[in-house]
């Protein structure tokens, strides 16, 4: 089974542009998250989506950022314009609709360097 | 809101010793899910063990075993003869016991060194 796939792995962009993150989940996950951590700080989280509505996007730093779920299932983040602040390491996670106490499966995240 | 602490940034052990990392946690839930996450260099975080908050006894999973105290709300994860595969960001999260879809709420992290 292949696991969360995550990607760019890296990306360096100047303050005002724009990036996309993407998060291909385990086929047939009906949840979806997307989490940040800052540099030294905890990870927090940014929304969840079920199949393609958000069901929890109260994370969500403020409207520069932009998540999407296509037709239920890869997801994109969108940061536009990037910030300096928004660096950090970003992580996508799905888990089955029915899991109970199981954690989530996560991705291996996108280090975004905002410069 | 949930709170998770964890107040050890960085801890280190020596190969095949023991070594404690501290979680503590605030909620006003009775029923909640507790979870170690470990992310080792590659940076793909990996469960570790969990432990459901209406179950006394402490989950374990080989080396690792965790001391779950609920009316402390402390959730410590111990791992025994530490190999230099266990070097990593250790996370500490909580999650509501509900059917599906809430969730993880993350403590600092704490990074482990183990030592040859």
């Known amino acids: 089974e292949a696991g969360v796939t995550q990607f760019p792995s890296h990306s360096v962009i100047e303050k005002g542009q724009t990036v996309t993150l993407r998060c291909d989940p385990i086929?047939?996950?009906?949840?979806l998250y997307w989490y940040r951590r800052v540099m030294g700080k905890e990870i927090k989280f940014l929304l969840h989506f079920v199949k393609e509505s958000k069901q929890d996007e109260s994370g969500m730093p403020n409207n520069r950022f932009l998540a999407e779920r296509t037709g239920g299932t890869y997801s994109t983040l969108k940061v536009q314009p990037a910030e300096l602040e928004d660096s950090g390491v970003y992580f996508c996670?799905?888990?089955?609709?029915?899991?109970?106490?199981?954690?989530?499966?996560f991705g291996s995240g996108t280090r975004l360097t905002v410069v | 809101a949930q709170t998770v602490t964890q107040s050890q940034p960085e801890m280190s052990v020596q190969e095949a010793e023991t070594v404690t990392l501290s979680c503590t946690y605030d909620?006003?839930?009775?029923?909640?899910?507790l979870f170690w996450y470990k992310q080792p260099p590659s940076r793909q975080m990996i469960l570790v063990i969990r432990q459901e908050a209406y179950k006394q006894q402490n989950a374990t999973e080989n080396r690792f075993s965790v001391n779950f105290q609920k009316a402390a709300k402390s959730f410590s994860l111990k791992i025994s003869d530490s190999q230099l595969g266990d070097a990593a960001m250790y996370f500490c999260a909580y999650r509501r016991a509900e059917t599906s879809g809430s969730r993880l709420t993350f403590g600092e992290g704490t990074q482990l060194t183990v030592n040859p």
């Open positions: 086929s047939g996950h009906d949840n």
């Open positions: 996670a799905s888990s089955l609709w029915t899991s109970g106490g199981d954690g989530y499966t």
């Open positions: 909620t006003s839930e009775s029923d909640y899910y």
